[in-house]
């Protein structure tokens, strides 16, 4: 029979993260939800120097900040981002592991490692080495022209497609080296050529993958915060509230209203969440396999 204390062992191993998940992460979120449902009530002579008191608002700060022009048009940015960048992601990612996963390719190492480099490289510091590169010359001076200006949406998204293509790339690839090499075998022996093979084999095969990567995007482009923030002083064409998080650290540090910053990150987190949960449903109904159950 177990000793009884053998019972608590697994919890005092799991008792440090649980601590520091609920300090770091559960506790902030209520807070945020708190703050939310809150605002500040300035009463007395003049709003400088009037008392600040925090009363129960509702529902009334969402209200809000969904109603916020600035808010929508991020949100049609972002959107516009997505449409752009989710598609020509995840096909250049499956053409490049298409391509390395050929049989007898030179520098297959060296290919692999150069595609997959740029998302080592932090966001930072990558949007200000392209940021520098968009300019005229090498000094952030604002411009209105050029991709810092009428083409900043694809400014943008070329620094997301150089950072973000070789981690999708190396996911797909893997998925492509845990196929049976006898599925190949059999389709060369039936007269298959390559492109066949990785059009109609491949693909389909890895298509959990595709789903899982594209997901992936989609989440990630409603946080797209990085490069639009370091871009934003080398151009006079890119507003504080270029995307959605860009108005809620606005809100928050600028202006100072710290409850519509709230309730701002609690609709994206939201928004996220229903994502996250569309793609658990979307790998529950199709497996592991790339066929509907």
Not at 120 to 141: E, I, K, M, N
Not at 231 to 243: D, E, G, I
């Amino acid at each position: 029979m177990r000793q009884p204390g053998r019972r608590a062992v697994p919890y005092v191993f799991l008792t440090p993260a649980i601590v520091l998940f609920t300090l770091l992460v559960l506790v902030p979120i209520g807070y945020t939800v708190y703050l939310s449902l809150h605002r500040t009530k300035v009463s007395g002579i003049g709003l400088g120097s009037g008392a600040r008191t925090e009363v129960f608002a509702g529902l009334s700060t969402y209200s809000e900040a969904l109603s916020h022009p600035e808010f929508w048009r991020g949100t049609l940015r972002v959107l516009g981002y997505g449409v752009l960048l989710v598609p020509t992601m995840i096909g250049l990612a499956l053409l490049f592991a298409l391509l390395l996963d050929r049989p007898r390719v030179r520098l297959a190492r060296f290919s692999r490692l150069s595609i997959f480099l740029p998302y080592a490289v932090p966001g930072v510091v990558a949007s200000v080495l392209w940021g520098f590169l968009y300019l005229p010359a090498l000094t952030p001076l604002p411009v209105p022209d050029g991709l810092l200006g009428p083409g900043l949406l694809f400014a943008v998204l070329n620094i997301g497609l150089w950072g973000g293509v070789g981690f999708n790339m190396v996911v797909i690839l893997t998925a492509l080296r845990a196929i049976p090499a006898e599925i190949y075998e059999s389709a060369r022996l039936d007269g298959a050529s390559e492109r066949q093979i990785a059009l109609r084999i491949k693909t389909p095969l890895v298509m959990p993958a595709l789903v899982m990567t594209g997901i992936f995007t989609v989440i990630a482009t409603l946080q797209v915060y990085t490069e639009p923030t370091t871009l934003q002083p080398l151009t006079n064409a890119m507003p504080s509230t270029w995307t959605p998080l860009m108005k809620i650290y606005s809100d928050a540090f600028v202006r100072g209203d710290i409850h519509s910053a709230a309730a701002g990150s609690i609709v994206i987190a939201a928004a996220t969440l229903t994502l996250s949960l569309a793609f658990l449903r979307v790998i529950a109904k199709w497996g592991f396999t790339g066929e509907e159950r």
